[in-house]
C-alpha cells in the first residue's frame, strides 16, 4: 500500500515538470569588468603607449572597451549590428580588430564607424578598419576633409606637430545633436571643437539587463597646441571651445569615457579603487578641462607682458 501511494505522488509530481525545451541557459557576459578590468590594469600599468596590446572589457552592457592601453576605442554592439568609435593609428587599428575578434564578434558586423577627434593617435587606422569592416565612417563637417585626405587642417592648434595618416571616406557627415541608428542602437553626437576644429562626443544608453546606464564618450577637450598658437588670438574658436565643455557638464552621464583611458582614470575605475558609475563624471570631467584651459590663458597672458 505505502509503494502504491509512493508511486502515485511520484507520478503526480512527474505530471508537473515542464515539457518541451530545456531551459535557455544564461550566457556568460563576454569579458565582464569585474575579471578583465584587473587584467587589463595589470597589462598595461601605467602605460600611455599609442600601440601597447590592451585585453578588452566589457564596461556595461553591450559597451565593450577594445583599444590598447593608451588609446581608447568603444565598441557598442547589437542584434543586428554593431558600431566602433574611434580606431587608435594605422597600427593600433590592427589590435582593435584582433580585440573585436576575441570577443567573439564579426568585424563584418560593424555596420558604423565613430570618431572623437582628427588626429592620427584616435583616426589613423580608420582607413584600416574601414577596409577590414566595410563600414560607414561618421565624421563631423569641419573633420571631413581630414579623414578624406589624411592631412591635418590648418586651423588645428596642432598643426605643424601632427603627421599625416592614411585616408579613409567619410560616408556620412553629422551635426550637433544628430543620431547614429542601428536596430536598436542609438547614439547622440555632440559637436565639442576645442582641441581639434571637428572633435566630436557621443552619448547612449546601454543597459545591462535592467539597468541602464548614460554612457558618454568625452572628446579630449584638453588645451595642446604648437608652441606658436594662442588660444587667446582666436577669440571665436575660444568661445566654442568654452561651448563644448559647458556641453560635456550639462550632458546626462552616468559612465563616462574618454578617447585617453587615463584621462577618465579607467585603470582605477576598472578595478574599483575609483567609482565606475558617477553621475558626476561628466561635471568634475568639464570642471578639470576649464581649469586646464584657464591656466593655459594665464600662461598666454603673461607671456605677452
Request: net charge negative.
Amino acid at each position: 500500500m505505502f509503494v502504491s501511494l509512493f508511486a502515485l505522488a511520484l507520478a503526480a509530481q512527474q505530471i508537473i515538470i515542464p515539457l518541451g525545451k530545456p531551459p535557455r541557459q544564461i550566457e556568460h557576459p563576454r569579458a565582464p569588468i569585474e575579471e578583465a578590468g584587473p587584467v587589463w590594469a595589470a597589462v598595461c600599468g601605467d602605460s600611455t603607449e599609442w600601440d601597447q596590446p590592451a585585453p578588452p572589457v566589457r564596461i556595461h552592457g553591450n559597451t565593450y572597451l577594445v583599444g590598447t592601453c593608451g588609446i581608447s576605442a568603444i565598441l557598442v554592439t547589437g542584434d543586428e549590428g554593431h558600431v566602433l568609435i574611434d580606431a587608435g593609428t594605422e597600427k593600433g587599428a590592427d589590435l582593435i580588430a584582433a580585440n573585436i575578434r576575441a570577443l567573439g564578434f564579426k568585424l563584418s558586423d560593424i555596420k558604423y564607424l565613430l570618431m572623437s577627434h582628427e588626429h592620427r593617435d584616435h583616426v589613423g587606422g580608420m582607413a584600416r578598419l574601414q577596409q577590414l569592416t566595410g563600414a560607414t565612417l561618421v565624421a563631423s563637417a569641419p573633420a571631413e576633409k581630414v579623414l578624406n585626405t589624411g592631412v591635418p587642417s590648418t586651423d588645428d592648434p596642432q598643426t605643424g606637430t601632427n603627421k599625416p595618416f592614411p585616408a579613409a571616406h567619410v560616408g556620412r557627415v553629422i551635426a550637433d545633436g544628430g543620431e547614429v541608428r542601428l536596430h536598436g542602437l542609438n547614439l547622440t553626437a555632440m559637436t565639442t571643437p576645442g582641441h581639434t576644429p571637428g572633435a566630436l562626443s557621443w552619448r547612449w544608453e546601454s543597459c545591462d539587463g535592467g539597468v541602464c546606464r548614460s554612457m558618454v564618450y568625452a572628446d579630449s577637450l584638453s588645451p595642446i597646441s604648437r608652441d606658436d598658437y594662442r588660444f587667446s588670438d582666436h577669440p571665436a574658436y575660444l568661445a566654442a571651445y568654452r561651448a563644448s565643455i559647458a556641453k560635456i557638464a550639462a550632458s546626462r552621464c552616468e559612465i563616462l569615457l574618454t578617447p585617453h583611458p587615463s584621462a577618465s582614470a579607467m585603470k582605477e575605475r576598472m578595478t574599483g579603487k575609483q567609482p565606475l558609475f558617477d553621475p558626476d563624471g561628466c561635471r568634475n570631467y568639464a570642471a578639470t578641462l576649464t581649469t586646464h584651459l584657464d591656466d593655459r590663458l594665464a600662461k598666454e597672458e603673461a607671456a605677452a607682458k
